[in-house]
């Protein structure tokens, strides 16, 4: 899909006065000769330039990550070109991000390895389970495009997202923040630095400390129907973070840091915006079927000697149920006002981490340890839908369907519907009336909604790194062995298709135990030779082992035994990476690069058995030049890619028992290719302008066939019918900072970033196969709409009040009101879809005070 007219003159207009790299732009000097300020990165391990470095980085300082309002992983997903994802349905606060097209799949699943590494502070986070809480005080984020696998290891195939955190200054001062804005949105946030105690290389040397914390609140986007329910999507999160940094010499240091950070909210409404057909060549629609089955039981009633339920409960759910479909069919996709909910959705997570980093200094290398834990808990309750099936005092609601077709196999296979004209020894009668009364005894047990989640989820890592990196005359290089063990544990009291599907609950546990040697070599012919090449290469081991416990439970027609298994794999992989810069000057900089990645396979926890997904692996290349131009006003960076992914693990969702579950099966291979452009310029001392592109190409060369059951029908091609998913394949972004007026206390600012997706599928492949499907079937696949996303702000900083400086922010988010959707669910043979809806236009005012 093309952006529209309006947003394509809009971009080019921006695009054309803009002249750099958006990576990592920070700022202006203001004098005659305006430069862009030189930005450092450790994405190497190392600290050096951006543009020295032969990979593609984008990376956001302290005042981009501020003017752009950046939170987490979920606030950079929504603003950068060449990246895609979603926040999880039903699980706020956990996202799944691509980069280049590369994704892991459903990150609320703790069986489920990241595509792309996350760090803070160089300690990798295992699972994407809460990877977009709060962050407290991030100094930096480097954005590392394509396969990491050499310095980052395992899991990091697409790319990798380091956030580095303000370090202690050592001398006092303190930065006050308090915001208000619409939807009664409140923040605040308090950072202090101490002053330094005792002196470098006396006693125990000299200790520095800080604290950070912050708190951001907001009602709800969306009310619910229920005035006595609290609505959805609110906003209840605090963060918080102390570090220490002791310098015992000049040659030794220890760093610890604590983070801390809580989620307690409402989820997203999750609207139902369509229904499968019942069949699988869409000639069987839900709504005309279920007017059919209501014709069917409008006709039983009429016999004096029916079940009298049919006439007092199914009668009056069947047209309370066609009312609610033919409802949510006639609005379609879009953002509602307000939803229904049987049980209001919530999300309850909290998550700590320890780390302590010691530092050895020496003249041409420095040593490093990192020791690393972290902790992870999360509930999560409530419809996944937006279906009120709440019973009244008579017992009567808008069912599931499947609870209505059930009951339409009951009444009209048997001769329950006319059981009084029989005598009870009569075949059939008192079968289907077991069965009739059973159905209606689950209802009023468990209700008759299409989904509840009920799950606790609990994650331990802890990681151990040694490192070594120098540098000299003619070689840079970096080296270390690492260290990880994980520990998952998911208990699920999920109910689906209630109460056909009973009332199961899934229990697992999963462990790994990992370790590597790593190593890279940056190689110059002679001390001033424009040409390198760097050299590098790691191995990995890995151990994973799951273990099932599935209690026994009921459903309305058997009691289902309980399940108890256990398994484990081991996988090893050698990665490697090799790149050939040339630099002829401090302005130039032209490389090439091919590199590997690998990704863990694993079990799939929430589908019963010996299940295992094999490990991934990425191969790519890499083209690009990073340039700084007109005497240092302007950055221009560019790159072409290229990879093939192998054994990828693809996701899906599963009827298991009744219950919608999701996980992972190697999907094939995809041969992709791509390429990403960043601008930025200085146009003068008061106004930096730039402009980001991104470009992908290619769906799957081979994607599993869909079959049914019965051998003699033919498959459905899956390689002809998989595509991309949450990958658009044009994404923009523009920019201007401008400095409006220079006054007498202070000067007036103003800020504003468009970023346009267009339109993406929500999945590769939607399909709805069950044990005893007969046909393949793939059921129609939901568009993630484009979008067009402005944001901005107006300021007037550095205002003089007593020892300190004042700011004040207007502020605001989408400001075009874009109704876009952010994710999808099809729920195969539940028959429903989902869409869930990115923030509306939100707007506010903040004042920071520093001194």
Request: glycine share 10%; hydrophobic share 35%; charged share 20%.
């Amino acid at each position: 899909m093309k952006p529209s007219t309006t947003t394509s003159k809009s971009l080019m207009t921006l695009a054309l006065g803009a002249i750099g790299a958006t990576a990592g732009w920070s700022g202006m000097t203001h004098a005659d000769n305006v430069l862009m300020e030189e930005v450092i990165v450790t994405a190497q391990k190392r600290e050096e330039s951006n543009q020295n470095v032969p990979l593609t980085i984008t990376a956001l300082t302290a005042e981009a990550i501020e003017k752009r309002g950046i939170q987490n992983a979920h606030d950079i997903m929504l603003q950068t070109p060449g990246m895609g994802g979603f926040e999880s349905p039903g699980s706020k606060g956990t996202i799944a991000v691509s980069l280049r097209g590369v994704t892991a799949g459903q990150p609320a699943n703790l069986s489920v390895d990241p595509a792309i590494g996350m760090y803070i502070d160089g300690v990798f986070l295992g699972k994407q389970l809460a990877s977009a809480l709060d962050l407290a005080e991030v100094e930096r984020i480097e954005i590392l495009r394509g396969p990491q696998g050499t310095l980052y290891g395992r899991n990091a195939i697409g790319g990798a997202i380091n956030f580095i955190s303000k370090k202690p200054t050592g001398e006092f001062d303190m930065k006050v923040k308090a915001g208000f804005g619409n939807y009664g949105s409140q923040h605040y946030k308090v950072v202090m630095n101490l002053p330094a105690v005792g002196e470098v290389g006396q006693g125990i040397g000299q200790l520095s400390t800080n604290l950070v914390y912050q708190d951001r609140q907001r009602d709800p986007l969306y009310d619910d129907v229920d005035p006595n329910k609290p609505g959805y999507n609110d906003q209840n999160r605090s963060a918080w973070r102390f570090a220490a940094k002791l310098d015992v010499s000049e040659r030794f240091s220890a760093e610890y840091t604590y983070d801390h950070s809580e989620l307690d909210e409402l989820n997203n409404l999750e609207r139902i915006v369509g229904f499968n057909p019942l069949d699988p060549f869409g000639n069987v629609p839900v709504i005309g079927t279920l007017k059919g089955v209501l014709q069917g039981a409008q006709f039983w009633a009429t016999n004096p000697a029916a079940d009298p339920l049919i006439a007092s409960r199914w009668i009056p759910s069947l047209q309370a149920t066609i009312a609610a479909y033919e409802q949510a069919d006639a609005i379609g996709n879009g953002r509602a006002s307000k939803g229904a909910s049987d049980v209001t959705p919530v999300t309850v997570a909290e998550g700590d981490g320890h780390a302590l980093t010691l530092t050895w200094d020496f003249d041409d290398f420095q040593i490093k340890s990192i020791t690393a834990q972290r902790e992870i808990e999360q509930y999560v309750g409530g419809d996944l839908e937006d279906l009120d099936s709440r019973l009244d005092a008579n017992g009567i609601g808008a069912y599931g369907d499947l609870v209505h077709l059930t009951l339409a196999d009951i009444y009209g296979g048997t001769v329950a519907a006319t059981a009084g004209l029989f005598g009870p020894g009569t075949p059939g009668v008192a079968f289907g009336s077991a069965f009739s009364q059973a159905v209606w005894d689950g209802i009023d047990a468990f209700g008759a909604n299409q989904s509840k989640q009920d799950t606790y989820s609990e994650y331990e890592q802890f990681s151990q790194e040694f490192q070594i990196v120098g540098t000299n005359d003619l070689v840079d290089y970096a080296a270390g062995i690492y260290y990880f063990e994980d520990e998952s544990n998911y208990t699920r009291y999920a109910v689906f298709a209630a109460p056909l599907a009973g009332n199961g609950s899934q229990i697992y546990r999963l462990e790994t135990e990992a370790w590597a040697a790593y190593g890279q070599m940056t190689f110059r012919p002679s001390e001033n030779s424009p040409f390198a090449v760097t050299l590098g290469v790691r191995y990995t081991e890995e151990d994973k082992s799951v273990m099932w416990d599935y209690p026994a439970y009921s459903t309305p027609f058997a009691p289902v035994p309980g399940r108890f298994a256990t398994d484990s794999e081991s996988y090893d992989d050698i990665s490697y990476s090799l790149s050939v810069a040339y630099q002829p000057s401090d302005d130039l900089n032209l490389y090439g690069r091919y590199a590997t990645g690998y990704r863990s396979g694993g079990f799939n926890g929430e589908m019963f058995g010996s299940n295992p997904f094999f490990e991934e692996k990425v191969n790519s290349w890499e083209l690009g030049v990073k340039s700084t131009l007109l005497d240092g006003r302007v950055r221009a960076n560019a790159s072409v890619y290229g990879y093939v992914w192998e054994d990828i693990q693809t996701a899906k969702i599963e009827t298991d028992n009744g219950t919608a579950t999701s996980g992972l099966v190697n999907a094939g291979e995809a041969d992709r290719w791509g390429g990403e452009l960043e601008l930025m310029g200085a146009v003068s001392d008061s106004m930096v302008v730039g402009f980001n592109y991104s470009y992908i190409n290619g769906d799957f060369e081979e994607f599993p066939d869909l079959c049914g059951v019965d051998p003699t029908i033919p498959c459905l091609d899956g390689t002809a019918n998989a595509v991309r998913s949450n990958s658009p394949g044009n994404q923009y972004s523009a920019f201007t900072d401008i400095t409006l007026a220079r006054l007498g206390n202070g000067e007036i600012s103003a800020f504003i970033n468009v970023a346009y997706s267009e339109a993406t599928p929500e999945n590769a492949l939607w399909s709805n196969l069950v044990a005893n499907d007969v046909f393949p079937r793939e059921n129609p696949a939901q568009i993630m709409d484009q979008r067009t996303l402005v944001d901005a702000q107006i300021a007037w900083r550095d205002i003089a009040i007593g020892d300190g400086m004042l700011t004040v922010t207007l502020w605001g988010k989408n400001l075009l009101d874009d109704d876009y959707p952010n994710y999808s669910i099809n729920f195969g043979a539940l028959n429903f879809i989902t869409e869930q809806y990115g923030d509306p236009a939100t707007y506010g005012v903040d004042f920071t005070y520093e001194f």
